[in-house]
């Protein structure tokens, strides 16, 4: 069974007379350790099948699968539990509080868990050991180089040991050198097992995939795991 199953997925969204078709029927299997890269033009339903798949923003209709878990048939509290055992989120914007130093931002996720402070503080720093940032880990954002801003989300992501990794344009304010050193992070992670689907524009990310979807029009116009005659995209 796949550790990803997403079944006839639609999203629209409504906005006084007007109608826009996010997802049109999308159908995508993903297996476990998979590193999947989700590409397309501006408005192809990149990201909202993204935060569709994170619990974050309920389809119009069709089923989402994970771990053999229907997550749209969790109540609310059920899903937030979902969210934070299985999914690690990272965003271009980073999303760090300016505030926090780079250790207090990872240690975000683990709030809500009946740890010791010093447990949360051991977590944070395994995990900004393993991306490289255990030496910067009392600095604030504001010190930090976007690649190293971009480290420590990822670390936040990892932290809770979550099977999923979700990434919406990770590199996408980055330089080309720093990109590539967080696409580098990116494939060794996946090279421990972690499952990734990272939303991306840039096709110099591509041969870090060993799976590539395109959308087009909220469907799957090509996939690589498949021949191209078996790809359905009406329109």
Same mark, same amino acid.
């Given at each position: 069974m796949a550790f990803i199953n997403i079944q006839q997925l639609n999203k629209t969204f409504t906005s006084d007379a007007d109608q826009v078709v996010a997802l049109d029927d999308l159908t995508v299997e993903i297996s476990e350790g998979t590193f999947l890269g989700v590409m397309g033009p501006s408005?192809?339903?990149?990201? !909202?099948?993204? /935060? +569709?798949?994170?619990?974050?923003?309920?389809? !119009?209709?069709?089923?989402?699968?994970?771990?053999? +878990?229907?997550?749209?048939? $969790?109540?609310? =509290?059920? $899903?937030?539990? &979902? %969210? %934070? =055992?299985?999914?690690? &989120?990272?965003?271009q914007a980073f999303n760090l509080i300016p505030y926090l130093n780079a250790r207090e931002n990872v240690m975000l996720p683990l709030a809500v868990m009946r740890l010791s402070a010093r447990e949360k503080k051991r977590m944070a720093n395994q995990v900004l050991e393993r991306v490289g940032l255990l030496p910067r880990a009392e600095h604030l954002p504001s010190q930090l180089s976007g690649g190293e801003q971009e480290r420590v989300a990822i670390a936040r992501a990892l932290v809770n040991g979550p099977p999923l990794i979700l990434a919406d344009e990770p590199t996408?304010?980055?330089?080309?050198? /720093?990109?590539?050193?967080?696409?580098?992070? &990116?494939s060794e992670l996946n090279a421990d097992g972690q499952t990734i689907?990272?939303? !991306?524009?840039?096709? =110099?990310?591509?041969?870090? &995939? *060993? %799976? !590539? +979807?395109?959308? %087009? *029009?909220?469907?799957v116009a090509e996939d690589s795991a498949t021949r191209p005659a078996a790809v359905a995209c009406a329109g």
């Open positions: 408005g192809s339903g990149k990201s !909202t099948l993204l /935060t +569709i798949l994170g619990g974050l923003s309920r389809p !119009t209709a069709g089923q989402v699968n994970v771990d053999g +878990i229907d997550i749209y048939a $969790l109540g609310g =509290e059920q $899903l937030a539990d &979902f %969210r %934070r =055992e299985y999914l690690g &989120f990272v965003f996408g304010s980055l330089d080309t050198a /720093t990109s590539q050193s967080i696409m580098d992070l &990116f689907v990272m939303v !991306t524009h840039n096709n =110099e990310n591509k041969p870090y &995939f *060993d %799976r !590539t +979807i395109v959308l %087009r *029009d909220g469907c």
